[in-house]
């Protein structure tokens, strides 16, 4: 059955994660194998939204896109239900991988952000973890690769704008069976396919202003001062404050 959703004046129906997409990244792999219900949703996804004909023709006039994810709540075995994971490739003839933005719609989010090193991507120099509400902001700075886990009791909606000119790294967050770390009921555990794992740094989400939004207001309407999105499609020419976003002076009191 096509899952939907009525953005504007428009349905878009879901890219469906299924719960054998889950495979590879999964902690509780023996679950999974006892599991014989495998092509369960997990996860929905809705690309490339847009409230009008007008926003979407200045949303790819700009290169970007604006997507929601819809994540019920639940469990995959022992492990909090959870995104996939992937990283974003450089842009092209610079050093400089793209960003990303979100925003929780609807619910609460874990976003775990991971920088590994490059050519050994089982070595792992920084481990981010931001909780968000709704209204809140997290911005995946270059270089880092993400996961969004839903650790609550009910359904997760949330949006992000990026460049739509890339295609997302999927590939070494699967060949180390996940992320670095993955989160249980029990807390936060290591993957032990990785090394050097560093503790968790816990950070704030970013702040609204820093996009010239009121709190809490909804990032779509960036749609209407577009160029304040340039820093995803030219990261390149905005280092510094995309540098500057997990600074520890961003952490949550200990």
């Known amino acids: 059955m096509e899952v939907t959703l009525k953005?504007?004046?428009?349905?878009?129906?879901?890219?469906?994660?299924?719960?054998?997409?889950?495979?590879?990244?999964?902690?509780?792999?023996?679950?999974?194998?006892?599991t014989e219900v495998?092509?369960?949703?997990?996860?929905?996804?809705?690309?490339?939204?847009?409230?009008?004909?007008?926003?979407?023709?200045?949303?790819?006039?700009?290169?970007?896109?604006?997507?929601?994810?819809?994540?019920p709540p639940g469990m995959l075995g022992l492990?909090?239900?959870?995104?996939?994971?992937?990283?974003?490739?450089?842009?092209p003839g610079t050093d400089t991988s793209?960003?990303?933005?979100?925003?929780?719609?609807?619910?609460?989010?874990?976003?775990?952000?991971?920088k590994v090193k490059s050519g050994e991507e089982d070595?792992?120099?920084?481990?981010?973890?931001?909780?968000a509400k709704k209204g809140d902001l997290v911005l995946v700075p270059p270089g880092y690769g993400h996961v969004t886990i839903?650790?609550?009791?009910?359904?997760?909606?949330m949006a992000n704008w990026v460049c739509r000119d890339f295609n997302s790294v999927y590939e070494p967050i699967k060949r180390f069976s996940g992320a670095s770390y993955f989160l249980l009921k029990e807390g936060f555990v290591k993957n032990p396919l990785y090394r050097n794992i560093p503790s968790i740094r816990h950070l704030k989400p970013l702040a609204c202003s820093e996009l010239g939004l009121g709190s809490g207001e909804n990032m779509?309407?960036?749609?209407?001062?577009?160029?304040k999105l340039r820093f995803l499609t030219a990261p390149q020419d905005f280092a510094?404050?995309?540098?500057?976003?997990l600074e520890e002076a961003s952490s949550s009191p200990a």
């Open 240 to 245: 510094g404050f995309l540098t500057g976003v």
């Open 220 to 227: 779509y309407e960036l749609v209407h001062e577009v160029e």
């Open 98 to 114: 793209y960003p990303e933005i979100y925003q929780v719609l609807e619910g609460s989010a874990t976003y775990l952000l991971q």
């Open 150 to 157: 839903n650790a609550s009791g009910k359904s997760l909606e």
């Open 7 to 34: 953005f504007g004046d428009k349905v878009t129906v879901a890219d469906v994660r299924k719960l054998h997409d889950m495979e590879d990244v999964m902690f509780d792999k023996e679950w999974f194998e006892e």
């Open 79 to 91: 492990e909090y239900i959870k995104t996939v994971g992937h990283y974003h490739p450089r842009v």
């Open 123 to 131: 070595l792992v120099l920084d481990v981010v973890v931001i909780t």
């Open 38 to 71: 495998r092509d369960q949703d997990v996860y929905y996804m809705f690309r490339d939204l847009a409230k009008s004909d007008s926003d979407l023709e200045a949303i790819k006039a700009h290169h970007l896109r604006y997507d929601i994810t819809i994540i």
